[in-house]
């Protein structure tokens, strides 16, 4: 037998073991991922544990799941019960995250979603401005709507001026701006804090919805934006984002965790996305917790397409090309000064471009 008739008889063999002849076709939508296997939910209502077969990798990026929540796809049962998963629709979108910044390992936190919502909380822990902008920037290149979900406002503190401590501050790496500084002189209460970050980014366009998972407050606002659609819950870990999906589902008990005392970060207590029905219709997608969003590839000069406001600003720079960041006659540097565009959404613009050109835009240290 020749080399390639070998071969040939190998993957005739395998692929028998995997598929059998007599292996009923049906599909559906993905809506667990356990790590080993995907659960399918089908057509007829039922859940199926299933395999991969075929390399459904996306082009130009490795991820670490092929499949995602969220997907369509196409499923072989065989007799004996095992099921693989043989095709996936085209994705109408998918929220992807990076391991890490500079890594180019990503995994998808789910497709096919209608909106996402992005869980931030001001304290324990606090989200980053940076955070919030490079994940509505990810959306953005993807055509999701998104709406940000201010969680835990009954820990709010109103009375006492507060402002090295309070949240929505930048990353590490960010300088000092924080939203609110720009909007407003001087020490500032939590709830000063949470009028300006919420006028910031009402200002640009994004719904702002004020909850509190622990008291129910702001919960009917929720759940009418969620009716009917397909929802990602996205944030950091312990902004309580299960939290949230067990007040909306009652008895689905999902698992939550409170936050570290040392480090007032969460505890990453939701390890994988997973897909619940909403009593009202439509469904929510629980994701983990990130620590931050890598973005996917953009081209420098693309950037400021999902930034709307500096978008809409940069219409009137002097070059066609222009970045933003030195060229005379620049829109938005202008806006920038003039405080038309916030120093924190600026900076986190800095920051994507950063990781499109590392040599040429990151900071100086
Ligand atoms: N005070 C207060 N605590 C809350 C609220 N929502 C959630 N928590 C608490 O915050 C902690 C973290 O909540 P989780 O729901 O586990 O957070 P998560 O976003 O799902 O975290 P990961 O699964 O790690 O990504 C838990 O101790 C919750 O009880 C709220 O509105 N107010
Ligand atoms: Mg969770
Ligand atoms: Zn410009």
Same mark, same amino acid.
């Given at each position: ?20 002849? =007599? ?30 077969? @075929?390399?459904?990798? &996306?082009? @130009? ?16 049962? +065989? ?7 043989? #095709? !996936? ?9 990076? $391991?890490?910044? &500079? ?8 497709? +096919? ?35 940000? /979900? ?10 006492? $001026?507060?402002?090295? =401590? ?5 990353? $590490? ?10 909007? /407003? ?18 200002? !640009? ?18 759940? =009418? ?37 040392? #480090?007032?970060?969460?505890? #990453? ?31 420098? #000069? ?53 990781? $499109?050109?590392? =040599? ?6």
């Amino acid at each position: 037998m020749s080399d390639s008739n070998k071969k040939n008889k190998k993957a005739v063999k395998s692929e028998y073991q995997v598929i059998s002849s =007599d292996a009923l076709a049906t599909t559906g939508m993905v809506i667990r991922n356990t790590g080993s296997c995907f659960v399918v939910l089908t057509e007829e209502g039922k859940e199926i544990s299933c395999r991969i077969k @075929g390399n459904f990798r &996306l082009k @130009g990026i490795r991820t670490t799941n092929p499949v995602a929540v969220g997907d369509r796809v196409k499923v072989s049962v +065989n007799p004996d019960g095992s099921a693989y998963i043989t #095709h !996936i629709e085209a994705r109408r979108n998918y929220i992807i995250r990076r $391991a890490s910044n &500079l890594s180019k390992e990503a995994s998808i936190l789910a497709a +096919n979603v209608g909106q996402a919502c992005l869980v931030v909380t001001l304290s324990h822990p606090s989200t980053s401005t940076t955070f919030i902008d490079r994940f509505l920037a990810t959306a953005e290149a993807y055509s999701v709507p998104v709406t940000i /979900i201010i969680n835990k406002v009954d820990l709010l503190d109103c009375g006492e $001026a507060q402002s090295e =401590d309070a949240g929505f501050g930048e990353d $590490a790496d960010g300088s000092s701006a924080d939203p609110a500084a720009s909007l /407003i002189d001087g020490d500032f209460t939590e709830h000063e804090l949470l009028d300006a970050v919420t006028y910031l980014y009402e200002s !640009i366009g994004y719904r702002v919805l004020h909850v509190s998972a622990k008291s129910g407050d702001g919960m009917d606002g929720l759940r =009418d934006i969620l009716a009917g659609k397909i929802s990602l819950i996205a944030g950091n870990s312990g902004v309580g984002k299960s939290t949230l999906i067990n007040r909306l589902i009652p008895g689905l008990g999902l698992k939550t965790a409170n936050i570290s005392d040392v #480090h007032d970060t969460g505890m #990453h207590t939701t390890t994988f996305s997973e897909m619940f029905p909403l009593p009202g219709g439509g469904w929510i997608i629980d994701t983990p917790g990130v620590r931050g969003f890598g973005t996917i590839e953009f081209d420098p #000069h693309e950037v400021s397409h999902f930034f709307p406001e500096i978008f809409s600003i940069s219409k009137d720079c002097r070059y066609g090309d222009c970045t933003h960041t030195h060229e005379p006659q620049c829109a938005v540097l202008a806006a920038l000064e003039e405080q038309r565009i916030a120093r924190s959404r600026y900076n986190s613009y800095l920051s994507i471009l950063a990781d $499109a050109e590392p =040599d040429k835009y990151r900071k100086p240290y």
